[in-house]
C-alpha cells in the first residue's frame, strides 16, 4: 500500500514570494491534516479535512496561508506571501476517519524562506 | 489546553540495551489517546505505539512497552534490546475531542535518540 506523498521534497524562496506545497493522502483515507514542523518542535496542526470539507482549521494563520482539497482526495496548501518565520517542514498526514484513527504521515516538505 | 512535555532533549543507549523516554501530559478530558511517533532523519514519521487511556494496560508493540500512569498523566516509552535503527527523534503526543466531532494531535518537543554501537 502506498503511503502518503508530498512534493516538492525542499524549497527555498524569498521572503514575500509565494509557494504550494501538494499532497496525496492514502488511498481510502477520509480525513487529510497539514502540520507546521519548525526546527526543535513537534509537529503543530494548521488545517484539518474530512473528504473535501474543512473541519478545524483554528491554528492556520488565513491572512497569508490557504489550502484546499477540492476533490476530497489530493490537498495543496499554498504561502501568500511568505515570511521568515515560515521556514519548517510542512507535513502532511491522512487517517480513516475523522475521530481517534491512527495518522499516518508524509515525508514532509522542508521550507527555507530568505 | 491540552499540552504535551517531553523533558529529556537528548539521551543515548548502548546497542542492545534498554532505554525508557519520559512524557507527561496535562489535561482535563477523561477520554484521550497517547502515541509515541518516531521521526527518523530522513523525516517520515512513523506511530510506534499507541494507548487508549480507557484501557488500563499498557500497550506492547515488539521490543517497544509503555508505562502508562493515567493519575500521574505519565506516558513513558521503554525501548528493550535498542538497535542501531531504533536512532531517531520519538515524538510523544496527545489527541482528545478539539469540537465539532474532529480530534487533534498534539506533540511534545520530542527526544533525541541516539544508540551507540
Known amino acids: 500500500e502506498a503511503g502518503v506523498a508530498q512534493s516538492p521534497r525542499y524549497k527555498i524562496i524569498e521572503k514575500r514570494q509565494s509557494v504550494a506545497f501538494w499532497c496525496n493522502p492514502i488511498?481510502?483515507?477520509?480525513?487529510l491534516y497539514w502540520y507546521q514542523q519548525i526546527l526543535g518542535q513537534g509537529p503543530k496542526l494548521l488545517i484539518q479535512?474530512?473528504?473535501?470539507?474543512?473541519?478545524?482549521d483554528s491554528q492556520l494563520p488565513k491572512d497569508r496561508f490557504s489550502a484546499e482539497r477540492l476533490k476530497g482526495v489530493d490537498s495543496t496548501l499554498k504561502i501568500q506571501p511568505a515570511k521568515l518565520e515560515d521556514s519548517a517542514v510542512y507535513l502532511c498526514?491522512?487517517?480513516?476517519?475523522?475521530?481517534?484513527?491512527?495518522?499516518?504521515f508524509g515525508p514532509g516538505t522542508r521550507l527555507t524562506v530568505l | 489546553a491540552q499540552t504535551v512535555t517531553q523533558s529529556q532533549p537528548e539521551m543515548s543507549v548502548q546497542e542492545a540495551e534498554t532505554v525508557t523516554l519520559s512524557c507527561t501530559y496535562d489535561?482535563?478530558?477523561?477520554?484521550?489517546?497517547l502515541f509515541w511517533y518516531k521521526q527518523p532523519p530522513s523525516r517520515q514519521m512513523i506511530l510506534v505505539i499507541r494507548?487508549?487511556?480507557?484501557?488500563?494496560q499498557n500497550a506492547t508493540e515488539n521490543r517497544f512497552s509503555v508505562n502508562f500512569q493515567k493519575a500521574a498523566k505519565s506516558f513513558s516509552l521503554k525501548i528493550s534490546d535498542s538497535q542501531l535503527g531504533d536512532t531517531a527523534m520519538y515524538f510523544c503526543?496527545?489527541?482528545?475531542?478539539?469540537?465539532?466531532?474532529?480530534?487533534?494531535?498534539?506533540f511534545g518537543k520530542g527526544t533525541k535518540l541516539s544508540v551507540i554501537p
Open positions: 498526514a491522512s487517517s480513516l476517519g475523522l475521530r481517534t484513527d491512527t495518522q499516518y
Open positions: 488511498s481510502g483515507h477520509a480525513t
Open positions: 479535512f474530512q473528504n473535501n470539507g474543512v473541519v478545524d
Open positions: 489535561t482535563s478530558e477523561n477520554n484521550y489517546y
Open positions: 494507548q487508549e487511556a480507557y484501557k488500563q
Open positions: 503526543a496527545f489527541m482528545t475531542s478539539s469540537g465539532a466531532g474532529s480530534y487533534q494531535l498534539t
